[in-house]
């Protein structure tokens, strides 16, 4: 639930089960008296659908868009016998219309854009609708109706019992109409969190009033709804007593403290995502006696009085993930032997485990990732009989694990130990009591030899022992065959030998392999890339980067037409980088810098047009900068030709990439002049960080390579934050255009080692986020623009063999920037740091206050950040990175 635990990951998502859905729906009709015949099979042929309702459900048809042809059988005279369609069995009218999206493409979650075809879509609901005048199941969720609002005329459907238009694509104000339908039981226009589908509600309610009159509610789920601008909200949820389950996560309310509670019906309440009046749990909650599940994850909540908790016996799930409870409520809690599930994931627990937790023998479910826990775990935990997932990773946890401590956990399906202190000693005999599933063992030291207890594990399906100290080859039992896998993440181990037998995979037609990640980066690889990979059609995400692979890349390797993220950089691979990987049109991250690859780039790339990130660097690749790279590829963000042998000219087609926010072609043999049309590079004109989402992935290893400071560094986390120019080496000519001096976002300029001549720009000083400047090694010209000394984050200068002349300003930023090679080979340069003093008359400019564009004095704040150093702006982007960071798994559930 929260991503930044490791078993967190989008990847170890529980996949959702439809019976529970299936049930509600019988139930619905069978309660509300309905003798009903669904699916064809259960149709028989003595009642036929009512002729103003046929035309009513065409017309509806004719206002969707239906991709997929789902509504394929909606043909013929007999609509109670079309998908999605239930009619009454004495009546024959309509009495059910289940358009739910149950289709879903399996990681939806790495390109949120990606459209998913299974989708009914359409920016109309036909009204014809409201001649369904029996209808009392309707449920259009996980479709696309692209920011329609909700239509009023569903207000009409009076018999509804129960509508669901969760994550639909609705925008606006929820239409108070909806308060008409005095039947209703169940309502949900929320965001369905368990479904990682890329389309949800954007809806708010800024008058609930509609929701008071729908006193047969049993159920009402608004999450997600902005409900900021209501008012009284649970003054109206108190006029629903027949509530049994209410959701309002990700809301945006301010929950009060109440004095009165009517609701007491209550069996689940999700309040999850929001904020309480007091960060102290709410008194009330102990009138819900019947409580069973609730959800009170990312509140802010702190609680240092533990009554509440003490008192609420019936509770079954508790989800108080994401707050700052400490190690004490965990105690308090423990007196709820009732409980089943607990998640205190996120919070400040600290210290050791208390030994209490042995106290839920019920207890199936403990997430207690993401904390400060250390010390040894507790020999209670490993009493837990009944437990089949247990999240510890991501604490300070130590000790030796062996054969003993699991022996009683015969249940377990999901264990995640990762990024603790932790060990695992077992012997090579051994055999688990358990069958698991999710292994996370990341960073727990399993090595030097491979586990061969996995050998006995016939269930996995994601695993990760990424830096598990593993020094050894993958044993041939352990083939991609030999178990379900959806995923294997054994990075930063050092493991040897070939692929070939890991990956061999002749078999593959007789067993489904759904393998979605392979991630294998920085091991000791050898051999070249098998063939049979290509086999693993279902893969999106493939790291086999810093490994010793050689050879070609196989041409089949562009059947894998789900990839997205595609890493193949630092290893010995040559050769021409393959036309067919035009094929992957999906692949969003495409590196593969630090190779051997030679030749021109394939002309087949330009149709990988969804790609963000393109990383060729420090190749031998001989090729003119392609213009489909500005013409085709507009989402790039990120574009890395270093070190190659790019020639000719920049040319103005690549100005037409908007979201580019990396730009190195350095140390290459490119010619002629910068083009003026840098100044559409817009991302870089944003202080803002772009776009990019996938570097936040607990597993997405570096993937961008950029020079700072005249130091290479590895962007990992917040790559979406760097903004950079960078052309040095190269043989450019001309003057520095005055349109760069717009990008105001730029961190990094380095037009070094090239042949530009003329002036540097004056109004160089707008480049106020600069940290590195390097224009060494060109002919430029003229004065030292004194506006220089107003980029207060500058780190890095360095302006030596020009021929500048004149006096060197001084002042603000630069004092500090005092290393006298930072100017030298200037012969016409005077004055401090160099040691000739200017002459008299010329002496060098003290700088008074610079004003900015808006005619404002900056001096007033500006002194106070300079006082900090270089230090300061580094400081900065990583608290900047750090609050995005946790606003981005913080809201991962709802976005
Ligand atoms: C339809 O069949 C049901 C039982 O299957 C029966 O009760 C009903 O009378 C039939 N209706 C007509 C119109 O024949
Ligand atoms: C939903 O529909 C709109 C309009 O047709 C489209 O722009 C958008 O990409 C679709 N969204 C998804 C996730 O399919
Ligand atoms: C409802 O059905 C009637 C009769 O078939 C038709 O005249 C009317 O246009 C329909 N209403 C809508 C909104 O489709
Ligand atoms: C509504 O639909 C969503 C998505 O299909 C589902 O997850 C949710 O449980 C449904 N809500 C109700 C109240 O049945
Ligand atoms: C409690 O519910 C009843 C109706 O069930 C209603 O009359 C009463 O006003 C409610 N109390 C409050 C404080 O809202
Ligand atoms: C909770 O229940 C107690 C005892 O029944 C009652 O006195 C109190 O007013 C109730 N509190 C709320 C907030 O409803
Ligand atoms: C609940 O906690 C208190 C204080 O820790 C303890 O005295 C009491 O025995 C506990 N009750 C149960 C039922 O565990
Ligand atoms: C565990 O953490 C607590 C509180 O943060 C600290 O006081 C204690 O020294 C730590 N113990 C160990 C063994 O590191
Ligand atoms: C730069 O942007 C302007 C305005 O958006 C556009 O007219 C122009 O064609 C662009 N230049 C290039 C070379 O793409």
Same mark, same amino acid.
């Given at each position: ?6 078993? !967190? ?41 009512? /002729? ?45 219309? @289940? ?13 949120? %854009?990606?459209? #998913? ?21 309707? $449920? ?84 997600? &709804? ?26 945006? +309310? ?12 209550? %069996? ?28 009170? !994850? ?20 508790? @989800? ?31 210290? #050791? ?64 130990? #990762? ?36 050998? =006995? ?53 007789? =067993? ?30 493939? $790291?086999? %980067?810093?490994?010793? +692979? ?47 690859? /030679? ?101 997405? @290893? ?129 004055? =401090? ?14 700088? !008074?206050? &610079?004003?900015? @564009? =808006?005619?404002?004095?900056? #001096? ?14 580094? !400081? ?20």
């Amino acid at each position: 639930m929260y991503p930044r635990n490791p078993m !967190g990951h989008p990847y170890f998502l529980d996949t959702t089960s439809s019976l529970p859905f299936l049930l509600l729906f019988i139930t619905i009709l069978v309660a509300s008296q309905i003798p009903f015949g669904c699916t064809r099979q259960a149709h028989s042929s003595n009642f036929t659908c009512i /002729d103003s309702e046929r035309q009513a459900l065409l017309r509806l048809r004719d206002s969707l868009t239906d991709e997929s042809n789902r509504l394929s059988s909606w043909i013929g005279e007999d609509c109670c016998s079309w998908d999605g369609i239930s009619c009454h069995k004495i009546t024959g009218h309509v009495v059910a219309l @289940d358009l739910r999206n149950t289709v879903q493409p399996a990681l939806q979650i790495f390109d949120p %854009s990606y459209h #998913s075809t299974s989708c009914l879509a359409g920016q109309y609901l036909s009204p014809s609708l409201v001649n369904l005048t029996n209808i009392r199941y309707l $449920d259009l969720s996980l479709n696309n109706f692209s920011g329609i609002r909700i239509p009023t005329f569903l207000g009409l459907l009076k018999d509804l019992r129960y509508l669901n238009l969760s994550d639909a694509g609705f925008v606006g104000e929820v239409p108070q109409h909806l308060g008409n339908l005095a039947h209703l039981r169940y309502l949900d226009i929320g965001f369905a969190s368990s479904n990682y589908i890329p389309i949800d509600n954007n809806l708010t309610s800024n008058d609930v009033g509609w929701v008071a009159k729908l006193s047969s509610l049993e159920t009402l789920s608004l999450s997600r &709804v902005d409900l900021s601008g209501a008012q009284d909200v649970f003054r109206v949820i108190n006029m629903l007593p027949l509530l049994k389950a209410l959701d309002l996560e990700g809301c945006r +309310l301010v929950v009060p403290h109440l004095l009165y509670v009517n609701f007491t019906s209550l %069996s689940s309440l999700k309040l999850s995502f929001n904020q309480f009046l007091n960060p102290t749990l709410p008194p009330w909650l102990r009138n819900l006696t019947r409580l069973q599940d609730l959800g009170l !994850g990312a509140n802010n909540l702190d609680d240092k009085v533990h009554d509440t908790f003490r008192q609420m016996t019936s509770l079954v799930n508790l @989800d108080l993930g994401g707050n700052h409870f400490d190690t004490s409520t965990l105690r308090s809690i423990c007196n709820i032997s009732s409980l089943t599930s607990l998640d205190m994931s996120d919070n400040e627990l600290q210290g #050791s485990i208390p030994s209490e937790i042995g106290q839920f023998p019920q207890l199936t479910v403990l997430k207690l990732s993401n904390n400060r826990l250390n010390d040894t775990i507790p020999s209670s935990l490993w009493q837990l009989t009944k437990l089949q997932a247990l999240y510890i990773g991501a604490n300070a946890l130590t000790g030796v694990l062996s054969e003993h401590h699991f022996a009683k956990l015969k249940e377990l399906k999901r264990l995640d130990i #990762s990024l603790n202190l932790l060990s695992l000693h077992v012997s090579s005999s051994w055999v688990p009591p358990f069958q698991l599933q999710h292994i996370g063992m990341g960073s727990v030291k399993i090595g030097p030899r491979f586990p061969n207890w996995l050998r =006995k594990q016939k269930e996995i399906e994601k695993l990760n022992m990424a830096n598990a100290g593993i020094s050894d080859a993958i044993p041939s039992w352990f083939g991609v065959l030999s178990n379900d896998f959806r995923g294997i993440i054994l990075s930063g181990n050092k493991l040897e030998g070939s692929l070939n037998s890991f990956i061999s995979v002749a078999d593959v037609d007789k =067993k489904v392999v759904q393998m979605l990640y392979l991630v294998l980066n920085h091991n000791h690889f050898t051999g070249s890339i098998p063939e049979d990979l290509c086999k693993l059609k279902t893969l999106e995400y493939l $790291d086999l %980067s810093n490994n010793h +692979l050689s050879g070609r890349i196989p041409l089949c390797l562009g059947n894998l037409r789900n990839l997205r993220i595609l890493h193949l950089g630092s290893n010995s691979l040559y050769g021409q980088i393959p036309g067919s990987l035009g094929n992957l049109g999906e692949l969003i991250i495409l590196q593969l810098s630090k190779n051997r690859f /030679d030749g021109k780039l394939p002309p087949s790339m330009q149709n990988l047009k969804r790609l963000q990130s393109l990383d060729l660097g420090e190749n031998r690749i001989a090729d003119t900068i392609p213009a489909w790279i500005g013409e085709r590829l507009s989402d790039l963000e990120f574009l890395t030709l270093q070190s190659n042998n790019f020639h000719g000219g920049i040319s103005n087609t690549l100005c037409q990439l908007p979201y580019l926010q990396v730009l190195n072609l350095a140390h290459n043999d490119l010619s002629g002049s910068i083009p003026h049309c840098f100044k559409n590079f817009t991302a870089m004109e944003s202080t803002e960080p772009g776009t990019f989402q996938y570097s936040n992935y607990t597993y997405h @290893d570096p993937v961008l390579h950029n020079f700072k400071a005249g130091i290479e560094l590895e962007y990992s986390k917040n790559m979406e934050s760097v903004k950079s120019i960078s052309l040095s080496g190269n043989n450019l000519v001309g003057e520095i255009p005055d349109e760069i001096m717009g990008l105001v976002g730029l961190q990094t300029l380095n037009l070094s080692k090239n042949h530009l001549n003329g002036r540097i720009p004056k109004n160089i000083g707008n480049l106020k986020q600069l940290e590195t400047l390097d224009l060494s090694m060109n002919e430029l010209s003229g004065e030292i623009p004194p506006s220089l000394s107003s980029i207060y984050s500058l780190s890095f200068l360095n302006l030596s063999y020009n021929k500048l002349s004149g006096p060197i300003p001084s002042g603000n930023q630069l004092q500090t920037l005092n290393d006298p090679s930072t100017y030298e080979g200037n012969i016409g340069l005077c004055g =401090k740091p160099l040691l000739n003093s200017c002459p008299a008359g010329e002496s060098p400019k003290e700088n !008074g206050p &610079v004003l900015d @564009d =808006k005619g404002h004095t900056e #001096s007033d704040f500006s002194w106070f950040y300079a006082g900090f150093g270089p230090g300061f702006s580094v !400081g900065a982007v990583g608290v900047v990175g750090i609050l995005q960071f946790k606003q981005s798994w913080r809201y991962a559930l709802f976005k």
